[in-house]
């Protein structure tokens, strides 16, 4: 997976079906001590399951109609005709954002349209025998003051309250503790950076990367949505142009640190936030992770703690980030919700929008007419059923990369044996994970207030492809059970029992789940937001007046989305979205 010279997975992703069999016949039968009069174990085969959340095969049926209009051919009479004032195509966070932006502004006449049977991108959620567990996203960080939409909306969904003069958040939705843990050694150890048992050396190079990080924060402020920075600064600041100009494995070397631990970790925050590893992330990515938020601080041993380092609180549900685009999707009351609509085609002309879509329900084609558009769609999609699509959509779309992703929510009888060390957590990773890109589960149970209780539950593990040479065929292409007999056999390591506890496996699939942040990436998007002619205005949004930030589009199409920023977070989602809605509303 990851180049970096300190850092091995030890395993090839293209293992055989074999080798990972004769591999955990021998670790669960060890792991669990059976004997002779023992019935036999439970084999891999036993675990049923499938693939399920998200409809890959949709887009896919497209493609006779995009191939038609990639030859200038038009598009045969659509069954029917709708008409809005404004339509919104794609219902991630950025579209959801969009449309609850252009309530607050009180225009009337929004239709949001999404490929999917239900909205949320990658923000869904889900269920496994009647539990919820989510089906992308998981977490929300307390958004900073750069993120002031997302701090409004959190309070109107009173999550967040102003309390004596201090903003707090409802405890019920803060990740209950412990919030993680690592399995290192034979044992689980608190927090993902182990203290003890490690060199002193290992310990140095914890400081040395948090000094190296503050130096970063000292040369140029950082922010999310990082577009506040751009808007501020009228530019990319000549330090993040740095940054963004080599890989983050380029940077750690040139400071120094090569700790096999601080590594894997490093590597480890990557993938998780951006699909790929310190090779393929550019060092302003890497910075980023940390900078934008609270910096990055050294752990220290437990008799050595403040308590200011408990760690950094996330809100989080059994559902994952699927119960805020559920809470977004019921607090619109005007719009019309349409789903099952996969977008072919967007032509803007001197009078209006044409949006053209197959309605997968219906199994027909059918036409939306505007007066605007919001195109909340992956940047890749959105430079495909644009018409003469504006040379910016066409750069950003040609610049950027995905990465593919999978979820598999495994559905628990009861809970699992345990090794020593730490207690269980909402967040369990796995040191050098053996199934390549793999980022360990978080237990969708965890929120529940009776611990004590032996219940069922669903453990959501992710595992990113964005380091696979071919990750995007082999989601694709690759049965079910390859990828249950990879992930089972990781999670056999530290739970040996997991076969006889587990009753299902559903797997979802994101063959594009995020932009990846390569290098060079922020010198294009930057340029792109700055040079837009949507920019320097202010519209009305629940009475008051606000500022809007700079956002790509045309005369009557506004963009928004994730890839707009080159990394998929829901606050530069949101923000995205909530700006593109208001530009939208303030034309109508």
């Known amino acids: 997976m990851g180049q970096g010279g300190a850092l091995s997975t030890g395993l090839s992703p293209l293992w055989s079906r ?37 409809a890959l095969e949709r887009g896919h049926a497209l493609r006779a109609f995009w191939q038609r209009l990639a030859q200038g051919l038009a598009l045969p009479p659509p069954a029917v005709v709708h008409r809005a004032k ?50 992308g996203a998981h977490y929300l960080p307390l958004p900073g003051d750069d993120a002031a939409e997302v701090q409004d909306w959190l309070e109107a969904l009173g999550l967040r309250q102003r309390r004596a003069g201090r903003w707090q958040y409802d405890e019920r939705h803060l990740c209950h503790s412990p919030q993680e843990r690592l399995f290192w050694q034979g044992a689980w150890h608190e927090g993902l950076l182990p203290v003890d048992g490690v060199a002193s050396r290992t310990l140095e190079q914890y400081e040395l990367f948090a000094r190296s990080v503050a130096q970063e924060m000292e040369r140029a402020a950082f922010a999310m949505p990082s577009i506040r920075v751009w808007q501020r600064e009228g530019r990319l600041p000549a330090a993040h142009a740095a940054l963004d100009g080599q890989t983050m494995q380029a940077w750690l070397v040139q400071q120094g640190i090569d700790d096999a631990q601080l590594i894997w970790y490093l590597e480890y925050c990557c993938r998780d936030d951006f699909g790929a590893g310190l090779a393929r992330v550019s060092a302003w990515a890497g ?25 950094d609180a996330v809100l989080t549900w059994p559902q994952g980030n699927g119960w805020l685009s559920q809470q977004l999707v019921a607090g619109l009351a005007a719009t019309d919700l349409q789903t099952d609509c996969s977008v072919l085609s967007i032509a803007e002309g001197a009078d209006g929008v044409e949006i053209d879509v197959y309605h997968h329900g219906r199994q027909q084609h059918e036409r939306w007419l505007a007066a605007r558009c919001v195109v909340a769609l992956p ?27 999978l979820v598999a929510n495994i559905h628990l009888q009861r809970p699992l044996a345990d090794r020593p060390g730490a207690d269980p957590a909402w967040d369990n990773v796995l040191f050098a994970d053996p199934n390549a890109g793999g980022l360990g589960y978080v237990d969708a149970g965890h929120q529940g207030l009776d611990r004590l209780t032996p219940r069922p539950t669903v453990l959501s593990y992710y595992q990113a492809l964005g380091d696979w040479p071919d990750g995007r ?34 797997i979802t699939r994101y063959g594009h789940a995020m932009a990846i942040p390569r290098p060079g990436d922020q010198q294009l998007l930057s340029q792109v937001a700055l040079q837009s002619h949507h920019r320097g205005r202010s519209a009305q949004c629940a009475g008051e007046r606000v500022a809007l930030l700079p956002t790509p589009g045309t005369r009557r199409l506004w963009f928004a989305h994730s890839d707009w920023a080159g990394y998929s977070v829901l606050e530069e989602a949101f923000t995205r979205g909530h700006h593109a809605g208001l530009w939208a509303g303030a034309r109508t």
């Open 287 to 311: 910075i980023h992770y940390f900078a934008s938020r609270h910096g990055f601080s050294a752990p220290r041993r437990q008799d050595e703690r403040t308590d200011e380092e408990a760690g």
């Open 18 to 54: 074999r080798q990972w069999l004769q591999g955990l016949t021998g670790g669960a039968a060890l792991g669990l001590g059976l004997s002779g009069c023992t019935p036999t174990p439970p084999q891999l085969e036993d675990l049923p399951g499938g693939f399920s959340g998200v």
């Open 379 to 405: 940047s890749f999609i959105a430079a495909r059923v644009v018409r003469d699509a504006p040379d910016f959509l066409r750069a950003v779309a040609v610049r950027l990369d995905w990465a593919p992703w």
């Open 473 to 506: 065929a082999q989601l694709l292409g690759q049965p079910f059970g390859f990828w249950r007999d990879r992930i089972v056999g990781s999670l056999l390591v530290p739970h040996p029992d997991l076969l006889h506890k587990a009753t299902r496996m559903e």
């Open 86 to 135: 404004v339509v919104i195509a794609g219902g991630g966070m950025a579209g959801l954002a969009a449309a609850r932006a252009l309530e607050l502004a009180g225009v009337q006449g929004v239709a949001l349209l999404d490929t999917q049977q239900a909205m949320g991108g990658n923000s869904q959620g889900g269920s496994i025998a009647g539990l919820p567990c989510p089906l």
